[in-house]
């Protein structure tokens, strides 16, 4: 028997049975909400917070939408105009906002520990959910990524996956590690160019390549990464061109991956940096899938963390 | 019999029949809501995406409320701090915020053929309302036009319609003539500076005029247009007072129209650039009543567009 | 037997009887909520916009979670992005918005009589609640702040109250004042640097000082008020140091006042600056009890303004 989560700031810790049972809670509202939009009241009345230091339209909207297909009241707390800017520190804004009985708060901020900080100073009563915090996780997009490589692979166990860009400042993909890990996955690859790839120590297990070619041979999944304009530099790259020539995934290098190997990107996606244009859009991309699976994962864990 | 439509992007191929469905339609509806303002649940649980790529808080808000009013979820997707900034194209916003499962997009974009644009590539379950596209439309603007002067005219066939300002560059003035025209009135003049007319080509059926006092006599109707700052060196005018004594209404002017005349404005006014204070707030205005119709229009337009 | 009030703009005219029966109602509402956050419908389909035409995070966060737990639709106006903007005037777009068959309108405003204006043009339908307006008045701050202190001391007729800081510039200090004064406390006394106190003529009743000392001696509770950055210089004080060493809150000073006195602020605070962190932090701060109440006295406003 597992106990419930009350915050869900990295996969880390999460067991493999507790992530199961989100994958399988994320399933099953699916299945409950007839076309994807009829809405539950699971969290009738209940009160969750977006509190978004970054922008992130996207991933805001779709715990938005998770909230309202609950049935839960959700409130944008806009960061640009609050009183952070008027000196306020992130304790009493945590303070402030938990003081009007709020159930959840959703954080997403540039500082690696921003939520697990919240999380050591919140009351009693409010769970915090990591919306990524600088390179550190992303814990629903490792949660859905996950989802979609179940829909369309019987175990995880067998699976060979193959993480390819600027791993190293990548949250997305370290939640991904942690999720996959915990799940069984038995060979997990990361690949980019030597100044963005994590030390050997962070990931003893895993293997890190700059071959491209060599490190999708054979996967079963590939998942692509945003390269951030303003890494450019890092990759000693002259330019987005040659970034993709090493780097980029296009149809002859997915023709190295297994038959039918799954293409994932967390979006937004740069087409023509490091995803061809015609594998974006492709039979084997699940792109789109990840994206319909965002919201029933953040129901999911909403339900969970927030039910009494 | 007509058949259903599934997206509003212009009404230039909407029968008069249609149309009229739109008009009595957002009677019922306002009838329906007790003093304007009890949410009715006819939409409960559908989701509406406000995508405005061009700030307006007067029609988005009148969008939010009618969607609130019947009982759907709705969200701002708030393009300022959107992923289109990261150089993402409208194609994959628009794929990503479908694969959220939404019923609806209220798209406005400064570019013409925006929402046209998504609807050829939208999904199968998705209704796209245009809310503004450049010059080219704004729907449901031109219908609740329709609505008000139905309101206080028995029929349409007999109305003079006098539509005055920037009309080549208005998508109020186009989708009131598509409304209009579709709607049997048989004379509409449009007036305003020579190099903001529309061309004959455009409009054979019209009368043009630059002749303010001549287009407006006998009108029963007279349509003023806001005169966007950044047009006013396109008049050829020296400054605002002299656009206001050759374009402006004032009552002076008004008095040569039909007794009784109904006067329309899209709004935002500019006081004292194309109306006169006292005739925006006079006994004929009816650019408050255009305002309450906005919301019943949009309300009958959800409505009709989600029914399942 | 008192009239329900229709608007609520200052507290200055309002009796202590009416303020009783909102902190009564505050309290009703507050045990009728299972642990804050569960939603009644007693506003069920009426809706309420908010018009903050200054940034507020805090106080629009604490306004839309009252009208969500009472089952209102709310909408954010969001007037950086409106016609505002483009030259409508504030009273063109309070007619617009009230075309759209709004109950109430929640009004924030840097000049000082902005709500009353709305009032004196406002639809016979629509109720106005000021949110704060210049240096004038904040209505709902001045009831939670007596909610604060009653659910500590049961009269207020022998308590002592001081106030310190920006006296002069505080809409907060005013409501304070009208509500302390309207529920019966007897002995208020002002206090901070000469250049910010008010002139003895607008509070005749009122002790004035400019010595903390001496105005916070036996004191029962202690109202300190935000240093806004922009009036150091009025302080006629070299640094933010010296201001704390005149006019900041410190374990020494606040045992100069009675026992156990209660210690608020409006927030956003600044420790250092008007206040000690281990006096913001400390066993007598009711900071976030008045940031709970904040929403609890709003929705209590709301029901009784908008009741049927």
């Known amino acids: 028997m597992t106990t419930r989560l009350r915050h869900l700031i990295s996969l880390r810790d999460v067991s493999g049975a507790v992530m199961t049972r989100f994958l399988d809670r994320a399933e099953q509202l699916r299945d409950a909400c007839a076309h994807g939009t009829r809405s539950l ?10 509190l978004f230091f970054e922008p992130s339209t996207r991933t805001r909207t779709s715990f938005e939408l998770a909230c309202h297909r609950l049935g839960a009241i959700v409130v944008n707390f806009d960061i640009n105009n609050a009183s952070t800017n008027k000196g306020e520190s992130l304790l009493d804004t945590l303070h402030t906002l938990e003081a009007m009985h709020l159930d959840a708060l959703i954080v997403r901020h540039r500082k690696t520990g921003t939520p697990e900080f919240m999380v050591r ?3 009693s009563g409010v769970s915090v959910i990591n919306a990524g915090d600088g390179n550190h996780a992303h814990p ?5 990524d996950a989802l979609t490589i179940r829909q369309h692979r019987a175990e995880f166990e067998p699976l060979t996956v193959t993480i390819c860009g600027d791993v190293q400042h990548s949250r997305v993909a370290r939640s991904d590690i942690h999720a996959l890990t915990g799940l ?3 060979q997990i690859r990361l690949c980019g160019p030597g100044s963005l790839l994590p030390s050997a120590e962070e990931f003893p297990k895993l293997i890190l390549s700059e071959d491209f070619d060599a490190a999708i041979e054979g996967a079963d999944v590939v998942i692509m990464l945003r390269l951030q304009k303003e890494r450019m530099a890092a990759t000693l790259l002259p330019n ?29 996606i740069n087409r023509g940096i490091e995803i061809a244009p015609d594998v974006a859009d492709g039979p084997q991309s699940r792109i789109l899938e990840q994206v319909a699976n965002s ?5 999911a864990v909403l339900t969970e963390l927030l039910a009494r």
């Not at 993709?244 to 994932?264: E, S, T």
């Open 41 to 50: 009241d699971l969290l009738r009345g209940r009160t969750v917070l977006n």
């Open 121 to 123: 100073h919140a009351a």
């Open 140 to 144: 629903t997009q490792g949660l859905l």
């Open 184 to 186: 069984g996955v038995q």
């Open 240 to 268: 987005e061109q040659a970034y993709f020539k090493h780097f980029g995934l296009d149809r002859a290098r997915l023709a190295r991956a297994a038959p039918g190997a799954l293409v994932l990107h967390p979006g937004p």
């Open 295 to 299: 919201v029933f994962i953040r129901m």
